[in-house]
């Protein structure tokens, strides 16, 4: 365990120190909610989850905590350990604060039987160091308004509805579209609880920024069940070469390709508008399938969840792969020295799901070299090990073996999260 500075120590945070735990992290992010927007936020907090680092005199220096999650892997999921909430107060900074609570939290995680955890990143020096690994990337795109979209068949058949979001009325079907149009995508953690599904359609007024008020665009089928929804707000704005609006679409998701065509028909042909920013989207979303002109949309590509491998054999064995493996692989983990060590990877026979692998430590020369956090990188199977060695982070020893491993660490659909926790 990482020392703290005298008289520091990690502590377990209970639910009566709740305005305490969020003052600091309020320190940390430079934030202060108003009365209204705390009135409207689900507590999402897992009280039995929050941690910090309590100074000498008992006030809290730092804190974080975590959600319970099932992630999707490759062809299956694996508990894993959500980081969330890590803040410390702007006067404790760059004292080791942060590295004992990931030590603790680590502890914690696999007491628990967790062997991943995962979290998305408020700066990207901060979290490699301790193993996580940038393990999928998603695209934003801003579209002119009136692009065309490629034809689906089907897609005239459905309807669209446009509302008001209101949490009582748009929690349940804005969960089960979420839940379907992920199903099977690294990555897409779905929200577990009643607090997370509900924080997703909530929109305290502080947050609008002179915009509207959240709306919901859902789409329906001739039975009236909903086939994708998007969460958006537009901002009215005229200009002198007339009405500019811009549409900003929080999340977006269709359970299949005529709803995603339709919906994003829908949003591409509001009227005052100029431009929609999409939102967080896979890689390989269908609507970059969709656009004609993919060009005119200008993207942004930016690190979305980041892995870190926890307890190795379980979380390499709870994952499935695209080809047959039989490697060892020589891997470095300052901050857990139980994964360090040669491992042999041997797939067995497919399901239809993809190889399963037994994981069982050798004694044999290493084919491939490498540290636990790029392994987390190519864990979801987004980012090849290939791509990681040619930056110098994976070293191959026996030649001829990076390719094949690199092909069966990887996975046909693109890894995303796509919200942040
Ligand atoms: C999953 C999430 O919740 S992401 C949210 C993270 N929180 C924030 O960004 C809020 C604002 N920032 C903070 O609260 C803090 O500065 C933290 C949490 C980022 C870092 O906490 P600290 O206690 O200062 O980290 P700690 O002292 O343990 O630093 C460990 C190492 O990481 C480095 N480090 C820490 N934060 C950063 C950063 N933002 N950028 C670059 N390096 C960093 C330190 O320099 C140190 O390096 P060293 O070991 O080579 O000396």
């Not at 209204?36 to 309590?54: I, S």
């Not at 969709?290 to 190795?312: F, Y």
């Not at 799901?353 to 979801?380: F, H, I, M, N, S």
Request: glycine share 8%; aromatic share 8%.
């Amino acid at each position: 365990m990482t020392p703290l500075p005298d008289g520091y120590r990690t502590v377990a945070v209970p639910h009566d120190r709740k305005n305490e735990f969020r003052a600091v992290d309020h320190l940390a992010f430079a934030y202060e909610p108003d009365e209204k927007t705390l009135e409207m936020l689900p507590e999402q907090l897992e009280w039995d989850r929050c941690a910090g680092v309590e100074r000498p005199d008992g006030t809290l220096a730092a804190v974080h905590s975590s959600y319970d999650f099932d992630l999707p892997v490759p062809g299956g999921e694996v508990a894993c350990s959500g980081l969330t909430w890590v803040g410390v107060r702007p006067d404790e900074r760059r004292r080791g604060l942060l590295t004992a609570m990931i030590d603790f939290h680590f502890a914690r995680s696999l007491e628990r039987g967790e062997p991943v955890s995962a979290l998305f990143a408020a700066e990207m020096a901060i979290y490699g160091r301790f193993g996580y690994g940038a393990a999928a990337n998603d695209v934003r795109v801003k579209i002119p308004r009136g692009s065309t979209l490629r034809d689906v068949p089907g897609s005239d058949a459905l309807t669209v509805r446009f509302d008001t979001a209101d949490p009582d009325k748009h929690t349940d079907l804005v969960h089960a579209v979420h839940v379907t149009a992920g199903a099977g995508r690294p990555g897409w953690v779905t929200r577990a609880s009643e607090a997370s599904r509900r924080a997703r359609v909530v929109d305290p007024p502080a947050w609008r920024e002179g915009g509207e008020p959240l709306r919901i665009a859902t789409v329906h089928d001739e039975a009236g069940d909903p086939r994708a929804y998007a969460l958006l707000r537009r901002k009215e704005t005229w200009t002198d070469a007339g009405p500019r609006t811009p549409v900003q679409v929080r999340e977006a998701a269709a359970t299949d390709p005529a709803a995603a065509h339709r919906l994003w028909s829908f949003l591409l042909d509001l009227d005052l508008t100029a431009e929609v920013s999409s939102g967080m989207l896979p890689a390989d979303d269908p609507l970059l399938g969709l656009l004609l002109d993919v060009r005119g949309a200008v993207p942004r590509i930016a690190d979305n969840i980041w892995v870190r491998l926890l307890d190795l054999p379980t979380a390499l064995a709870a994952r499935r792969y695209s080809a047959p493996l039989d490697v060892v692989l020589e891997v470095t983990d300052t901050r857990l020295p139980a994964n360090a060590g040669r491992w042999r990877l041997e797939t067995g026979e497919a399901g239809a799901d993809g190889y399963p692998v037994q994981v069982t430590t050798t004694d044999d020369e290493p084919d491939l070299r490498l540290d636990v956090r790029e392994l987390g990188a190519a864990y979801l199977g987004g980012r090849s090990l290939a791509a990681l060695a040619r930056a110098g982070l994976v070293t191959e020893v026996t030649p001829g073996t990076l390719l094949p491993t690199a092909s069966a660490f990887g996975w046909p659909i693109a890894p995303v999260c796509s919200w942040v926790f």
